[in-house]
């Protein structure tokens, strides 16, 4: 190891680090030194003189003066500290994942508790106190200090409830567990390192607590720091400052104790009938005319959401962000509620019933694995609650693992894991419950491009085995064509189009659609139409010729509307040598992108940049001319106003619009 330059700088840091170390441990190793003295040695010597003879005399008297007043401390701090802990993280954990009207003013109040001193709270207390007859009492302490702490700790747990993500919750809302279990079995096990410093807090602030203990106490029940006073302030006799030292020591001691235990354990980190195993089922899904909207005056989030999948089916819901994808999954798994309409599992509508009643299982985005449990208990969970024979939870775990090829992760826990492993985990823990549906939430956007084909090979050839239901959200087209077996392409709350991945990308009912589809995406080419001889025709202009496009009968009025030609770059091809039936076009080659198996070529027709897919043997070098054919069958026109699909012929028009939905785009 490459030893670090003594620099002026950090010789100036060290030096002021020594500096404070001794300011704080001179004045301790005096009081040390002094309380194993005697008095003779005390006045002959200087402070900082070795005693002597070492004497414990001092300790001995100490403890006679205070040590009742000790233990009165302890039976006053440990309560008070544990009841205002709980008590805090409670309320933290309510005000954090609870959301009541009111619920932003209870929590300012109690924050403007931390703010109070100590002085105002005198009387009111003390009136309190003496009307439960607590005055002067051990538990009257115990109580005041309690209140008084309970605003400091709800504020510690509920800014670090806060932090933990909603995921976490929600599956384990889904797994079935309710408001209390998630609070014991998942966030409690987590909140380790809060709890210590919630104890260490508690501890300081009440042991050392003088103010409290001089209104509230008297004689024989006052705390060790009112002791302490005493003995110090006396004025009879000769000063025995051994005692006083040694007393201060025990006083002190508690509080040390406590930093170097629950410190060093902070650092550590934390260490009725029976179900039977069923298997797979297989549900519809129907979802009849879905809103959701957060609020008068707010644009609703979903609107007029109609679609149905049958048994075993995969819907991929897809679409860019914002657009309402995983507000549509959180209803169906009953995370957030829906403002109007039905949705109907297996016929029976479940729009009512709370996520744990609906017999949904779900892998979220974050893979919200429940961090202090093992890979096991993660899977077992949702088995656990439902309260599975623990013979069956064992025999589903050990299927899950060895489906998903995970039997040596089992002692493992997440922090230990890969992302893909932790995929894999979240979703044997959707596995082992085999609801009637499966819902993902973009599993695979946090994995690497290698791991994410992987994954998503692993997923299809899942649902291939299993059969189950399944809805997965994504933004990533290639996972809509490769895994759905239904597609619904969402934007702005709406279904844009509904059908199998060929017909979303072959026959696109909008712009909007067609643009969002294929990659590299389709071509959009801005033209105005001819129409000759009863026919419509498309120009297209490459700069250095032109070529007509027949696009048959159309509606009329069309040649007066700005239209947009679009042709996926797989239909452009090389002109064959000979005559061709179809148009052909020289046009230039401007870029070319050799990406392996194909090589995209660009072009300029209307003064627009064009791809075409080619062969890699087919590649021009750029600024070769190249001769391009078009069918004109395969290309779609789109009004360029209204995003709005152009189809030849009226019967067509009416068999497109039977198919899809024609939806104007914004």
């Not at 001794?22 to 030194?33: D, E, R, S």
């Not at 509080?255 to 179900?275: C, D, E, H, I, M």
């Not at 959200?473 to 709350?493: F, P, R, S, W, Y």
């Not at 017909?503 to 000759?532: E, H, K």
Request: hydrophobic residues 45%; glycine residues 8%.
């Amino acid at each position: 190891m490459t030893k670090r330059a003594l620099t002026p700088g950090r010789v100036a840091i060290y030096a002021t680090l020594l500096v404070a170390c001794a300011v704080y441990l001179i004045p301790l190793l005096i009081m040390l030194l002094t309380s194993f003295k005697t008095p003779d040695d005390i006045r002959t010597g200087n402070l900082l003189s070795w005693p002597e003879l070492f004497t414990a005399i001092g300790w001995l008297k100490a403890w006679d003066s205070v040590g009742g007043f000790f233990w009165n401390s302890v039976k006053i701090t440990v309560p008070a500290v544990l009841i205002s802990t709980l008590l805090g993280a409670l309320n933290g954990y309510v005000l954090a994942m609870w959301r009541f009207r009111g619920s932003q003013l209870f929590f300012g109040l109690l924050l403007f508790g931390c703010f109070l001193p100590f002085q105002v709270v005198l009387l009111p207390a003390s009136f309190t106190l003496g009307q439960l007859g607590l005055a002067n009492t051990t538990g009257g302490l115990v109580l005041i200090h309690v209140v008084y702490g309970l605003a400091f700790t709800t504020l510690f747990f509920r800014n670090y409830y806060v932090s933990i993500p909603d995921a976490l919750v929600r599956a384990a809302r889904l797994d079935g567990a309710g408001f209390f279990t998630i609070f014991g079995k998942i966030l409690l096990p987590m909140s380790v390192p809060i709890i210590m410093v919630c104890l260490i807090w508690q501890f300081t602030q009440i042991w050392n607590d003088f103010l409290f203990g001089v209104v509230f106490a008297s004689g024989d029940t006052q705390p060790i720091t009112v002791a302490l006073n005493n003995l110090v302030n006396t004025s009879t006799g000769v000063k025995e400052y051994n005692v006083d030292m040694a007393a201060a020591m025990i006083a002190g001691l508690p509080t040390l104790v406590v930093y170097v235990l629950a410190g060093k354990y902070f650092l550590r980190g934390s260490p009725p009938a029976r179900l039977k195993v069923r298997r797979n089922e297989m549900a519809t899904l129907e979802l009849r005319n879905v809103n959701k909207s957060y609020g008068s005056g707010l644009a609703d989030t979903l609107k007029n959401i109609e679609l149905s999948i049958d048994s075993g089916e995969f819907l991929i819901l897809v679409g860019p962000s914002g657009c309402g994808k995983s507000t549509l999954m959180n209803c169906i798994a009953g995370l957030e509620d829906v403002s109007g309409g039905a949705i109907l599992v297996d016929g029976d509508d479940i729009s009512g019933k709370s996520p744990k009643d609906r017999d949904i299982a779900m892998v979220f985005q974050s893979y919200a694995l429940y961090p202090t449990m093992t890979v096991r208990d993660n899977i077992a969970f949702g088995l656990k609650i439902r309260k599975m024979d623990p013979a069956a939870i064992e025999q589903e775990v050990e299927r899950v693992a060895k489906l998903l090829q995970i039997e040596h992760l089992l002692g493992r826990k997440p922090g230990q894991l890969s992302g893909g492993q932790q995929q894999r985990v979240a979703m044997g823990r959707a596995l082992a419950r085999r609801p009637k549906i499966y819902l993902f939430d973009e599993p695979l956007s946090n994995l690497d491009a290698k791991l994410r084909v992987e994954m998503r090979t692993e997923i299809k050839l899942m649902h291939q085995r299993l059969k189950t239901t399944t809805v997965y959200v994504t933004h990533d087209q290639i996972e809509a064509m490769t895994l759905g077996d239904k597609v619904a392409v969402m934007k702005d709350g709406i279904i844009q189009q509904f059908g199998t991945p060929q017909q979303i990308y072959s026959d696109p009912a909008n712009l909007f659609v067609a643009s969002f589809i294929g990659s590299p995406p389709m071509n959009f080419i801005p033209l105005r139409l001819q129409r000759r001889d009863g026919q419509v025709w498309a120009l297209l202009d490459s700069g250095q010729a032109r070529c007509e496009l027949p696009l048959g009968a159309m509606e009329e009025g069309l040649e007066q509307r700005e239209v947009i030609l679009g042709i996926r770059p797989e239909l452009i091809q090389l002109a064959q040598a000979g005559d061709s039936p179809q148009p052909t076009l020289r046009a230039e080659v401007e870029v070319t992108e050799p990406t392996g198996p194909d090589t995209l070529v660009f072009v300029s027709l209307n003064q627009t940049k064009v791809c075409c897919r080619l062969a890699p043997d087919q590649a021009p070098p750029v600024g070769a001319t190249l001769e391009l054919q078009f069918d004109p069958d395969r290309v779609l026109l789109f009004d360029a106003a209204s995003g709005e699909r152009l189809l030849p012929g009226k019967a067509r028009a009416a068999e497109q619009a039977a198919k899809v939905a024609r939806l104007k785009v914004h």
